[in-house]
């Protein structure tokens, strides 16, 4: 029986000194600066139920609040208009070895092309209305067809339209050539370098642009799983794991109070390893895309000082909302 009970007491004591190491409110408060990320620009919102890699989301949005077509130049320069930080942009190459910027895998969806985006020229796709299969209603009308034409932009025609501002890019497949094509660029055209904020997508693509372009920020998915997972074996006594270290790590707000230290310590830890913290909106099982802070409500669960990014999917309201608070 007194075995036990100083078993008891010793592991009481090794839970008090575990929670006291990882206790945010004896760690500094964050003072920095929250930046934001506008995910493909300020587009036309759309129900996330249900959502798998193979739905054509232009055919399921909200009734439009505004003509803006993602990943076209004016929706960029909307974003960045209401606050944003960093744009993100996706990207495919084209046969003659140029970067469109559109999110779909196939013309399909949001235009009335066929096929492929990387099976054609950038002129075929200048022609095309990224507007074109939008649609609230089922496909009654299609409010923004007509409204797109010509605005497909390749990632040269982006950059050179906003000089000074950041972006970041999706590479939407995973072949290596991709990261080669985005270096070549960045040296071909150095007074865009430090536009091209970061990257990410395709693992392959990533790293290769990070090996030929020092400074890039950039993430993978296996790495973030690596992170999460050991930080959530071990971090509690306040080893950041390798993968964790000098990168950009993407975390749902709903997954970031299970983190130990979230947010004081969780944060102090991040910042001493050298990496940046991008919260996202809240992750759900089987969710595919990339949900945002999207609503005040969400925004208000931000932690105070807090110095990463915000990744949204609707600048228009949350970068006002950031400047009132």
Same mark, same amino acid.
Request: proline share 6%; with cysteine; hydrophobic share 45%.
């Given at each position: 029986?007194?075995?036990?009970k100083?078993?008891?007491?010793?592991? *009481?004591? *090794?839970?008090?000194?575990?929670?006291?190491?990882?206790?945010?409110?004896?760690?500094?408060?964050?003072?920095? @600066?929250?930046?934001?990320?506008?995910?493909?620009?300020?587009?036309?919102?759309?129900?996330?139920?249900?959502?798998?890699?193979?739905?054509?989301?232009?055919?399921?949005?909200?009734?439009?609040?505004?003509?803006?077509?993602?990943n076209?130049?004016?929706?960029?320069?909307?974003?960045f208009?209401a606050?944003?930080?960093?744009?993100?942009?996706?990207?495919?190459?084209?046969?003659?070895?140029?970067?469109?910027?559109?999110?779909?895998?196939?013309?399909?969806?949001? @235009?009335?092309?066929?096929?492929?985006?990387?099976?054609?020229?950038?002129a075929y796709?200048?022609?095309?209305?990224?507007?074109?299969?939008?649609?609230?209603?089922?496909?009654?009308?299609?409010?923004?067809?007509?409204?797109?034409? +010509?605005?497909?932009?390749?990632?040269?025609?982006?950059?050179?339209?906003?000089?000074?501002?950041?972006?970041?890019v999706?590479?939407?497949?995973?072949?290596?050539?991709?990261?080669?094509?985005l270096?070549?660029?960045?040296?071909?055209?150095?007074?865009?370098?430090?536009?091209?904020?970061?990257?990410?997508?395709?693992?392959?693509?990533?790293?290769?642009?990070a090996?030929?372009?020092?400074?890039?920020?950039?993430?993978?998915?296996?790495?973030?799983?690596?992170?999460f997972?050991r930080?959530?074996?071990y971090?509690?006594?306040?080893?950041?794991?390798?993968?964790?270290?000098?990168?950009?790590?993407?975390?749902?707000?709903?997954?970031?109070?299970?983190?130990?230290?979230?947010?004081?310590?969780?944060?102090?830890?991040?910042?001493?390893?050298?990496?940046?913290?991008?919260?996202?909106?809240?992750?759900?099982?089987?969710?595919?895309?990339?949900? +945002?802070?999207?609503?005040?409500?969400?925004?208000?669960?931000?932690p105070?000082?807090?110095?990463?990014?915000?990744?949204?999917n609707?600048?228009?309201?949350?970068?006002?909302a950031?400047?009132?608070?």
């Amino acid at each position: 029986m007194f075995m036990l009970k100083r078993f008891l007491i010793g592991l *009481v004591l *090794v839970v008090v000194a575990i929670w006291l190491w990882n206790a945010s409110w004896l760690a500094p408060v964050p003072a920095g @600066t929250l930046r934001l990320i506008a995910h493909r620009g300020v587009h036309q919102i759309f129900s996330r139920e249900g959502l798998d890699n193979d739905t054509c989301t232009a055919t399921r949005i909200d009734p439009p609040r505004h003509d803006f077509i993602e990943n076209t130049i004016p929706s960029m320069q909307a974003a960045f208009a209401a606050g944003a930080d960093v744009v993100e942009l996706d990207v495919h190459p084209t046969t003659d070895g140029r970067f469109a910027v559109i999110h779909d895998w196939t013309l399909d969806c949001r @235009t009335e092309g066929k096929g492929e985006v990387r099976s054609h020229d950038m002129a075929y796709l200048k022609t095309l209305d990224p507007g074109y299969g939008y649609t609230a209603d089922e496909g009654k009308t299609f409010q923004l067809r007509g409204k797109g034409v +010509g605005m497909m932009p390749e990632l040269m025609e982006v950059l050179a339209a906003m000089p000074g501002r950041r972006f970041l890019v999706n590479f939407k497949s995973n072949e290596a050539r991709e990261g080669d094509m985005l270096a070549a660029l960045a040296a071909a055209n150095p007074q865009w370098r430090d536009a091209i904020w970061g990257a990410y997508g395709g693992d392959l693509p990533t790293l290769r642009a990070a090996s030929l372009m020092p400074g890039l920020e950039v993430w993978t998915r296996g790495g973030l799983m690596k992170c999460f997972t050991r930080y959530l074996a071990y971090g509690w006594t306040g080893i950041v794991p390798p993968a964790c270290r000098d990168t950009e790590v993407m975390l749902p707000i709903n997954v970031a109070p299970w983190l130990w230290g979230w947010p004081n310590r969780f944060l102090d830890r991040m910042a001493k390893a050298g990496s940046t913290v991008i919260l996202l909106g809240p992750y759900g099982a089987g969710d595919t895309g990339t949900a +945002g802070i999207d609503d005040v409500a969400l925004l208000a669960r931000v932690p105070p000082g807090f110095g990463g990014y915000v990744w949204t999917n609707r600048i228009e309201l949350i970068g006002p909302a950031l400047k009132a608070r």
